[in-house]
């Protein structure tokens, strides 16, 4: 696929029925609903201080980790997945997603903002993700998104749009991935070679991005993304981390 920027892999036109996105249970999600959801994720996060040259930290590695990371993508911020505890420090940062029971385990800057994510959340300082979801519009304005914006951060290096692509498509060309093949995440979401092979390599290829979790889910599945030290996977292909390189 040949797109510039990430927004690209979240456009009008790649919407359809085909599988995108399989959960730890089991559950399957379409490009219809990953890409329409995208769109609600980054008009909801608006409202939470998310633009241009802010810090979002996105706790978690499930479906609603990964919405917050593309809604931040759609509104040209740089995810952090992970972060430490203590952020007062850190002055870009604007936004932390998180379980709502996650919250007293961080410290964030003075005026940060708190998006929460399962359970209703009983503070009325902490936006409740899940809601603002079902209530947002389904549509996004047209981007125009610079190639080396940030796009994640591991708090050492950023990372730019353009070199999270040319690291995805380097996988892509080295694996032969190709359409509907599912690729399981067995790596941490925090490492951006991880969200180059294992999220952004998939969606290139119109492929399936397989969080782990569900048996029968790996079963079906042709690639895992995993670590050197890794023992063995039950996939028939890995994905070395250490061999994707990011620019």
Avoid at 9 to 17: C, I, N, S
Avoid at 97 to 120: I, S
Avoid at 179 to 205: E, K, N
Avoid at 230 to 236: K, Y
Wanted: proline share 7%; with cysteine.
């Amino acid at each position: 696929m040949n797109a510039g920027t990430v927004d690209g892999l979240l456009t009008r036109e790649l919407r359809d029925d085909r599988i995108a996105l399989v959960d730890a249970t089991g559950r399957e999600y379409d490009y219809h609903w990953l890409c329409t959801t995208s769109w609600k994720a980054g008009n909801f996060l608006r409202h939470a201080g998310v633009r241009n040259g802010v810090t979002v930290g996105v706790v978690g590695d499930g479906p609603l980790a990964l919405l917050a990371f593309f809604g931040t993508t759609l509104l040209e911020g740089t995810t952090r997945f992970d972060p430490p505890a203590d952020l007062t420090d850190e002055d870009d940062f604007r936004t932390l997603v998180a379980p709502v029971d996650r919250f007293t385990d961080y410290e964030l800057p003075r005026g940060a903002q708190r998006v929460g994510y399962g359970d209703k959340p009983d503070a009325p300082d902490i936006h409740h993700f899940d809601a603002g979801l079902w209530s947002e519009n389904p549509s996004f304005p047209p981007l125009s998104i610079d190639a080396e914006t940030a796009i994640l951060t591991d708090g050492e290096r950023p990372v730019t749009h353009a070199g999270l692509l040319e690291a995805a498509r380097e996988v892509v060309t080295e694996t032969g991935l190709e359409a509907d093949d599912r690729v399981v995440v067995r790596t941490p979401l925090s490492d951006p070679r991880t969200i180059a092979a294992g999220v952004i390599a998939p969606l290139l290829a119109k492929a399936v991005i397989v969080l782990p979790g569900d048996d029968t889910a790996s079963e079906r599945a042709s690639y895992a993304v995993s670590s050197a030290s890794a023992e063995s996977v039950p996939e028939p292909n890995r994905i070395d981390l250490d061999a994707v390189s990011l620019p």
